[in-house]
């Protein structure tokens, strides 16, 4: 500390703006006497305090001396000398009251440059002691400034970075591996002499203090609920290896002032553990972040998302790196991060508080899969005649699912090329969560991460929709069950309204495809397979129809399983639709009963209906290649012939017989049929 030697050094700070004196400066137990300068311009309280409310500069007030070391530029703005030991040093004292005093000492016999602008700011940075150190190291920290008209970026979001300056993540890669395993706990002066050997510029430096927080500082979720529990101030933070928002950004702060980066720890609103949509915020601020000044602008960060995350229902924090929360898009931090100061919002126009407490939260996943925008908009959504709409638009292929309620059961979700649409029923009145989840399409896990929540507030319920619990989200087709080889769908929809029951859906397929389809419904007493004959699979060349006569009224699920042709393993799922119709005369008897020697290319064209009349002449005409002779057996044996335009056709009378079966002759050097087709016939 510097204490008073000659007394008319300090008298005179009243009355001019230096002085000149003879002072002790203790350094340990002993102290030196040495001939200096005193250069020092003295604020007022209540000059400091405006100053103090137009940046948002906090002080801590704790009269601490530090010593600043020389190197970079002096507060002049001149280059500071490389040997700065040999030179000159210089001391930053502050006092209670928040007045900050820069000293300079110069060698005897030396001349220094006046100042030309002196800072005096409450809440500058506290520098470190960094006795015993390298100084040649470290750059000196200069008091930071307001943000200025160039560190504004336009809301709302442009949609070209997630960043707010241009990072290479790559170029990285290298550098975050070596912080990871740097493992230094009792120094935090040590920590950032060993991170900055692998740091040139400044970005540089601020990325390497960033990941070792990141992954070596845990979230204490046990101080966050007992303060009396919780340890802030940097050393603690660093040897504890925990803290809450608070001591995450104080150690960022201070690790970034050691290495010569201005930094700014900022408090205020935020939407993260603990957070409840739709809350209104008031009271105490609820977060802390950081702000670091970088080729010329501010930028924002925030070292505690950036680690991991709490869970929700056990508490307990989990490692879970996150790179979005690194030099963040401003438009995309006040998303869930509202500062105290507007200005630290860095945005042009700055949000209200109203409107951040009103705007749907946006994981940070939202943008790290490409989504751009949604709506509606707003956290509280309110549900007319029942029902509300959600979409969302996207650059790439992303793949969706929901959750109303604890359930995906009560709403209708389909996939859009940028996008989706998703259709919610609530099934009771009130309020309720509803949270959209996605995942990239390339994604070799079946894992969907929340991109949005919502509280959904519902007054009145329309019971006349229920889904079935076979119904499988997304519903319809899209790009997905295009990449699975269904081609230009003849229904585009994801729901069929049918009056007489009947339904037909073409696609155009691609190479090597096999299509089991199947027919679900929950108040149908068929079995499965009863139930898959109410389909007929028609293949036409590259296309394939999808003939469905439903056996009653009622909603009804039709999926789609493929597998290629020369794999002998299973069917996967695809993607299915909802089948509706409300005609309570509808009651069509199932298609016939195909063998296996029914080729996917065979086509009937008469009688589609397996069930046939009983004591009458049915015609018949069926296409079928490649075949030499085809009967028709019932109570008697019946030949069709061959037509010159390809179809067997013929007639046969079902008297006195309960069943009919299609054979066919496939050459004529044998003399054994094989069963293609079988009806049934009523009872007479």
């Given at each position: 500390?510097?204490?008073?030697?000659?007394?008319?050094?300090?008298?005179?700070?009243?009355?001019?703006?230096?002085?000149?004196?003879?002072?002790?400066?203790?350094?340990?137990?002993?102290?030196?006497?040495?001939?200096?300068?005193?250069?020092?311009?003295?604020?007022?309280?209540?000059?400091?305090?405006?100053?103090?409310?137009?940046?948002?500069?906090?002080?801590?007030?704790?009269?601490?001396?530090?010593?600043?070391?020389?190197?970079?530029?002096?507060?002049?703005?001149?280059?500071?000398?490389?040997?700065?030991?040999?030179?000159?040093?210089?001391?930053?004292?502050?006092?209670?009251?928040?007045?900050?005093?820069?000293?300079?000492?110069?060698?005897?016999?030396?001349?220094?440059?006046?100042?030309?602008?002196?800072?005096?700011?409450?809440?500058?940075?506290?520098?470190?002691?960094?006795?015993?150190?390298?100084?040649?190291?470290?750059?000196?920290?200069?008091?930071?400034?307001?943000?200025?008209?160039?560190?504004?970026?336009?809301?709302?979001?442009?949609?070209?970075?997630?960043?707010?300056?241009?990072?290479?993540?790559?170029?990285?890669?290298?550098?975050?591996?070596?912080?990871?395993?740097?493992?230094?706990?009792?120094?935090?002066?040590?920590?950032?002499?060993?991170?900055?050997?692998?740091?040139?510029?400044?970005?540089?430096?601020?990325?390497?203090?960033?990941?070792?927080?990141?992954?070596?500082?845990?979230?204490?979720?046990?101080?966050?609920?007992?303060?009396?529990?919780?340890?802030?101030?940097?050393?603690?933070?660093?040897?504890?290896?925990?803290?809450?928002?608070?001591?995450?950004?104080?150690?960022?702060?201070?690790?970034?002032?050691?290495?010569?980066?201005?930094?700014?720890?900022?408090?205020?609103?935020?939407?993260?553990?603990?957070?409840?949509?739709?809350?209104?915020?008031?009271?105490?601020?609820?977060?802390?972040?950081?702000?670091?000044?970088?080729?010329?602008?501010?930028?924002?960060?925030?070292?505690?998302?950036?680690?991991?995350?709490?869970?929700?229902?056990?508490?307990?924090?989990?490692?879970?790196?996150?790179?979005?929360?690194?030099?963040?898009?401003?438009?995309?931090?006040?998303?869930?991060?509202?500062?105290?100061?507007?200005?630290?919002?860095?945005?042009?126009?700055?949000?209200?508080?109203?409107?951040?407490?009103?705007?749907?939260?946006?994981?940070?996943?939202?943008?790290?899969?490409?989504?751009?925008?949604?709506?509606?908009?707003?956290?509280?959504?309110?549900?007319?005649?029942?029902?509300?709409?959600?979409?969302?638009?996207?650059?790439?292929?992303?793949?969706?699912?929901?959750?109303?309620?604890?359930?995906?059961?009560?709403?209708?979700?389909?996939?859009?090329?940028?996008?989706?649409?998703?259709?919610?029923?609530?099934?009771?009145?009130?309020?309720?969560?509803?949270?959209?989840?996605?995942?990239?399409?390339?994604?070799?896990?079946?894992?969907?991460?929340?991109?949005?929540?919502?509280v959904v507030e519902c007054k009145s319920v329309d019971k006349s929709v229920h889904f079935p619990k076979?119904?499988?989200?997304?519903?319809?087709?899209?790009?997905?069950?295009?990449?699975?080889?269904?081609?230009?769908?003849?229904?585009?929809?994801?729901?069929?309204?049918?009056?007489?029951?009947?339904?037909?859906?073409?696609?155009?397929?691609?190479?090597?495809?096999?299509?089991?389809?199947?027919?679900?419904?929950?108040?149908?007493?068929?079995?499965?397979?009863?139930?898959?004959?109410?389909?007929?699979?028609?293949?036409?060349?590259?296309?394939?129809?999808?003939?469905?006569?439903?056996?009653?009224?009622?909603?009804?699920?039709?999926?789609?399983?493929?597998?290629?042709?020369?794999?002998?393993?299973?069917?996967?799922?695809?993607?299915?639709?909802?089948?509706?119709?409300?005609?309570?005369?509808?009651?069509?008897?199932?298609?016939?009963?195909?063998?296996?020697?029914?080729?996917?290319?065979?086509?009937?064209?008469?009688?589609?209906?397996?069930?046939?009349?009983?004591?009458?002449?049915?015609?018949?005409?069926?296409?079928?290649?490649?075949?030499?002779?085809?009967?028709?057996?019932?109570?008697?044996?019946?030949t069709l012939t061959l037509s010159r335009d390809g179809f067997w056709e013929g007639t046969c009378n079902?008297?006195?017989?309960?069943?009919?079966?299609?054979?066919?002759?496939?050459?004529?050097?044998?003399?054994f049929y094989s069963h293609v087709l079988k009806y049934k016939v009523e009872t007479p």
């Amino acid at each position: 500390m510097v204490t008073e030697r000659g007394s008319s050094a300090w008298r005179q700070l009243s009355g001019g703006p230096a002085a000149m004196g003879t002072v002790d400066l203790k350094e340990g137990p002993s102290a030196v006497a040495i001939n200096m300068m005193l250069i020092v311009r003295p604020e007022q309280k209540g000059q400091r305090d405006r100053q103090t409310d137009s940046t948002g500069l906090q002080g801590d007030g704790n009269g601490n001396n530090r010593l600043q070391p020389a190197q970079g530029r002096d507060l002049s703005g001149q280059r500071a000398s490389e040997e700065p030991y040999k030179q000159r040093q210089t001391i930053t004292s502050y006092t209670n009251e928040g007045t900050q005093v820069t000293v300079e000492v110069h060698p005897r016999n030396t001349t220094p440059q006046l100042f030309k602008k002196l800072s005096f700011r409450k809440g500058s940075q506290r520098l470190p002691n960094l006795r015993g150190q390298d100084n040649k190291a470290f750059e000196r920290t200069e008091a930071p400034q307001p943000p200025s008209g160039k560190d504004l970026h336009a809301y709302p979001w442009d949609k070209s970075s997630l960043k707010s300056m241009p990072v290479d993540l790559q170029q990285f890669e290298k550098l975050d591996a070596y912080a990871l395993k740097v493992n230094i706990n009792n120094s935090i002066e040590e920590l950032v002499q060993a991170l900055l050997k692998q740091a040139r510029t400044d970005l540089e430096k601020v990325r390497v203090i960033w990941m070792w927080i990141c992954h070596h500082i845990e979230y204490d979720v046990v101080g966050f609920r007992d303060k009396s529990q919780r340890l802030c101030s940097p050393i603690d933070v660093l040897r504890r290896g925990k803290s809450v928002c608070e001591g995450y950004a104080a150690l960022f702060q201070q690790m970034c002032s050691i290495a010569g980066i201005q930094c700014m720890k900022l408090s205020g609103y935020s939407k993260g553990y603990g957070y409840t949509i739709g809350q209104v915020f008031k009271g105490d601020s609820s977060h802390a972040w950081n702000a670091v000044y970088l080729e010329g602008r501010w930028h924002l960060l925030d070292s505690t998302w950036g680690s991991g995350n709490v869970d929700k229902t056990s508490d307990k924090f989990t490692f879970r790196y996150n790179e979005f929360y690194f030099l963040t898009h401003p438009a995309l931090f006040i998303n869930d991060h509202f500062p105290n100061n507007s200005n630290w919002q860095l945005l042009k126009p700055t949000l209200t508080l109203k409107e951040f407490e009103t705007t749907v939260l946006y994981n940070s996943d939202f943008y790290k899969l490409g989504l751009l925008t949604v709506h509606p908009d707003t956290a509280v959504i309110q549900t007319v005649n029942g029902t509300a709409t959600i979409s969302v638009d996207c650059r790439s292929s992303t793949l969706f699912t929901f959750s109303l309620k604890g359930t995906e059961k009560h709403g209708l979700l389909s996939l859009r090329k940028h996008g989706m649409k998703l259709e919610i029923y609530p099934q009771s009145t009130g309020r309720q969560e509803l949270e959209i989840f996605a995942k990239s399409s390339n994604s070799p896990e079946n894992v969907y991460n929340c991109v949005l929540q919502y509280v959904v507030e519902c007054k009145s319920v329309d019971k006349s929709v229920h889904f079935p619990k076979d119904l499988d989200q997304p519903v319809g087709p899209s790009w997905f069950s295009e990449r699975q080889g269904f081609l230009r769908p003849s229904q585009p929809d994801p729901v069929v309204h049918t009056n007489d029951g009947r339904c037909s859906f073409t696609f155009t397929l691609g190479k090597d495809i096999s299509i089991l389809p199947t027919l679900q419904s929950d108040n149908s007493g068929l079995t499965e397979d009863r139930r898959r004959q109410h389909i007929m699979q028609i293949h036409r060349g590259n296309q394939v129809e999808f003939l469905v006569h439903l056996p009653h009224a009622g909603k009804f699920v039709l999926k789609f399983f493929t597998k290629k042709k020369s794999d002998p393993g299973n069917y996967t799922y695809v993607f299915n639709y909802l089948i509706t119709c409300l005609n309570n005369e509808v009651k069509w008897p199932a298609f016939p009963q195909t063998y296996s020697k029914w080729a996917n290319d065979y086509e009937i064209l008469e009688p589609l209906s397996g069930l046939l009349p009983a004591n009458r002449n049915v015609q018949f005409k069926l296409k079928m290649h490649g075949i030499s002779k085809v009967l028709v057996q019932a109570q008697d044996t019946h030949t069709l012939t061959l037509s010159r335009d390809g179809f067997w056709e013929g007639t046969c009378n079902t008297t006195g017989c309960t069943e009919l079966f299609v054979m066919v002759h496939e050459n004529a050097n044998h003399s054994f049929y094989s069963h293609v087709l079988k009806y049934k016939v009523e009872t007479p």
